[in-house]
């Protein structure tokens, strides 16, 4: 071999490992982006995969390879990015994956499974307790505020966690017993960690099958609704009603709103419900102001839920009803809770806008349980706050419920908004809220929710009345 083709070998060979080296490079990249989430740079939920599938088979191997998982799901993430914009949610979103990293074990996996769930596999586990403080230190690293685009927010989160001692054979079974607790823990009050137990099945079986009777329950009329007087409190009048929807389920009896308002919002019966319910609510506040005198001014208010505030035809559905039964839209008030508002504002807002500027009236329910925003209040298309129950009860023996009312009511004043005070139980309470300028009660004192019938026979002995009439 002469100089000349010694040089041509040498840097064919040096190409050769320039193209090795950048195809290693690109190889290692293109490994990267398949198992890292892009934003966080956490694993991804294949990668989660693929070390959970094989922590489930050592520990299948050898009872003594132990491991956990910890499910989590930011508790108001959704509120940050409607409020606070996506660039906003994606800084939280980072943060949340930084503490999660220095907070676990090095042989620990964090990942992102999507969207604002996260996941850590504990491998190599000695005892249960491990699992357990890694649960705490999560719960308080993410209770520590931090500053989104000058805004303080707490991220938040409910945990769910299970144990490999359970015997699981598959990697689904390990992440649906996870989920369920991190439900769990969201169901219990958000802001904790849940500890999966075989009960949870039981429940879950037990839901759906409730669920399927709840479809079939709107279709076969054993709905009804029950109607809460409103009284204005200076001078006392009756001044409408709340719509409160019932389902007596014919094996199980009664079954509470609190329980199967919220199934048919997961379930996505919940539409078929609220046209139940402001449909009927309707054709009887109608009947009522035709047939008993001095009920003109009378107004309804009906409940609507999340879901319903993202519907496409919201609007042209609740026009339909009011035209239907020939009511004013000024006689109807679309209750939405604090919390399910300020989740959904975004969403919500063009509807209620378009509502409102045809005279329906909207209050905010249980006011002072979410994150209002007094900036935003002022901006609200809102026509009252409807204080919490709570505060309500608790007006005599925490003397800083009458402040929050007081506080209430001055914010109200400033903007323009009456206040409705709900859970009334007690005369004390009655003469507090009166005093303190409240405009408007309801509660067990003025009356129990009543059956139409009921309402029929309190309109005809006249409205002056304030005793209670037992539904
Ligand atoms: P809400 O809208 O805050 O309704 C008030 C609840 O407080 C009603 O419970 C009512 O019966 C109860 N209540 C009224 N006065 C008192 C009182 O003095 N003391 C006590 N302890 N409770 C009182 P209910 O009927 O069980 O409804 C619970 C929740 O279910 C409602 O809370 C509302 O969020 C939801 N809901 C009820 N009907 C509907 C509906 O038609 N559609 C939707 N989306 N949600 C509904
Ligand atoms: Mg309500
Ligand atoms: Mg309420």
Redesign the pocket.
Known sequence: MNWFTNRRAFRAAGHQLHDITSRHLAESRLHHIAYHDGLTDLANRHCFQERLAAAVERSRLDGDQRFAVLFLDLDRFKVVNDSLGHIAGNTLLREVAQRLVDCVRPCDLVARLGGDEFAILLDSLHEADEGRRLAQRVLETLSQPLLVNGTEVVPGASLGLTFSDLGYRTVDEVLRDADLAMYEAKAGGRGRVALFDNSMHERVAEKLALEADLRRAIGEGQLS??F?PLYDLQPHKLSGF????RWTHPQRGPV???VF?ALAEESGH?EA??DF?LDHAMAQLAQWQRSAAGTEHLVMH????GR?LARADLVDSVHAVLQRHAVAPGALTL?I?ETTLMGRLEVALPAMRRLRDSGVRFSI??FGTGYSSLSYLSTLPIDSLKID?SFVMGLHDQPQNVEIVRAVLMLAKSLGRKVVA????TAEQLATLRQLGVHVG????LSR?LSAECVRNLLAIGNASTASIAA
């Not at 709340?242 to 929807?245: F, K």
């Open positions: 609704v029950h809460q709340e719509a409160l929807v509470s709103p609190a308002v919940i419900l609220t319910v009906v409940n609507i839920s319903d209750e809770t329910d249980d129950r709900e859970g009334i139980e309801q509660g067990y004192l929710p």
